[in-house]
């Protein structure tokens, strides 16, 4: 087996809770780079330190790097001697990282990063991965992960492109690229930090609303019809004054969206459905259906502010991998963008932590868990309340499945093995 040196690029993409856990932890501020670093992987916020711990565990040399975590990069920095502008301290801090580390491979947690332009505004049309290649010679391969379609300059010159679910792969076929599927995973190590094993709660949701896609509507329907609890992040309204502008590309995007205005909804579905369409001018599609839906099902109210007794603050790391693991059913819906395929952070986190996940099902739904036995599924937000209403009428039932579900995951989705398949694929092109 060849050996190399592997650093694992990811980010924590600032949100309230991340800001709460540090105010909770004051120690946090006054320790060196190795201990909070440490810290923030034990309380699993975000990551855990299962990408490098899991390639260590393979004989290699694995390093990670929370690159937009101001705090922990700036002791770094201090702790390392490195100066560094306050304008762009992110990426000199991380090229600085790179440097001293010298990994022999690059592993990219998202695409965000390699965004033209992001990081050196003078080479606006190059990206990370080629800038990164040209400064050192010591990298000989860049990989990304995308779990979310975005654009394909984003992925130029990686040397292998992991993404996941299989819709999503075929979008990215579509445009000329080769990804190799790559699931989500648990870190099984987390279970040893869990307390207790008393269901406190009955029927749960933790995450995001995602308004007004139908993930919102979903709940909506459920606060409605069940004793469904939530923990969720609605992000604020935003006040987008408008701004008259002449640029010509704002002028051909509002000549195209008030085209496909025009549209009756039998051909707006038509053509939307036409997954080769550039990107961009999906997203007017997108923003047309959005319109079209909150028209036709009415204004979109937090369901914080319809159901205030029942929603609570959003929750992150240990506090909700808890939540999960003292809940009898926890509830899952894809991004409306997973077209008709599974496999989001959270059936692996909710199966791993032990609870009985009702989820929507898709095209792909076999090759992961088994329906109905080691998860609940359902096609329709009728179906799974009809479920949810039995399950919580058969505690045992729901406990059987969830058991069921958490072994499938401890033995096949586990955070070993998508490393394995990483390394496997690594071995192959060095």
């Known amino acids: 087996m060849k050996s190399y040196r592997i650093l694992r690029i990811a980010g924590v993409h600032y949100s309230s809770v991340l800001e709460s856990w540090l105010k909770a932890n004051p120690i946090f501020t006054n320790s060196s780079y190795d201990e909070m670093l440490t810290l923030f992987f034990n309380s699993t916020i975000m990551y855990s330190d299962g990408f490098s711990r899991s390639f260590r565990e393979q004989g290699q040399d694995a390093y990670e790097i929370i690159a937009d975590f101001e705090i922990v990069q700036k002791q770094w920095a201090r702790e390392n001697g490195i100066h560094y502008d306050s304008n762009s301290w992110m990426t000199e801090i991380l090229m600085a990282q790179v440097k001293k580390i010298k990994p022999n491979i690059i592993y990219f947690q998202g695409t965000e990063w390699n965004i033209p332009g992001r990081f ?64 989500h995973s648990f ?20 995450g995001t609303s995602r308004a007004p896609e139908s993930r919102y509507w979903h709940l909506k329907k459920l606060m409605a019809e069940t004793d469904l609890q939530a923990w969720i992040f609605e992000p604020p309204k935003k006040h987008n004054p408008t701004i008259r502008s002449f640029a010509p ?38 923003d047309i259906a959005l319109d079209r839906k909150l028209k036709r099902k009415g204004p979109v109210i937090p369901l914080g502010e319809l159901y205030p007794e029942r929603c609570r603050e959003p929750v992150m790391g240990l506090d909700m991998y808890n ?31 032990g609870t009985c ?6 095209s792909n739904m ?65």
């Open 366 to 430: 076999k090759d992961l868990f088994e329906e109905d036995k080691e998860v609940v599924t359902y096609s329709s937000i009728d179906e799974a309340i009809e479920k949810v209403n039995y399950l919580m009428e058969h505690p045992k039932e729901a406990e059987k499945i969830a058991k069921a579900g958490q072994a499938r995951t401890l033995k096949d989705h586990n955070v070993m093995n998508r490393c394995q398949q990483i390394n496997e694929v690594i071995q192959k092109v060095l």
């Open 120 to 183: 050196f505004p003078l080479r606006n049309n190059d990206n990370l991965i080629k800038i990164l290649k040209e400064k050192f010679s010591f990298i000989k391969k860049i990989i990304v992960f995308s779990g979310y379609p975005s654009g394909a300059e984003r992925i130029k010159g990686a040397d292998i492109f992991f993404s996941s679910p299989p819709s999503i792969i075929d979008d990215y076929r579509k445009m000329g690229l080769d990804p190799i599927l790559l699931y």
């Open 249 to 286: 590309k704002k002028i051909v995007r509002s000549g195209l969206k008030k085209t496909f205005e025009l549209c009756n909804d039998h051909w707006f579905n038509r053509l939307a459905d036409l997954r080769y369409i550039p990107d961009k001018i999906r997203r007017i599609y997108d």
């Open 323 to 353: 939540l999960l693991h003292k809940s009898i059913i926890t509830f899952n819906k894809h991004t409306d963008q997973a077209w008709g395929c599974v496999g989001n952070m959270r059936m692996f986190e909710a199966t791993g932590a």
């Open 357 to 362: 996940l009702v989820t929507d099902t898709g």
């Open 187 to 206: 870190d099984n190590a987390i279970l040893s930090k869990l307390s207790g094993s008393t269901k406190k709660y009955g029927f749960t949701f933790a």
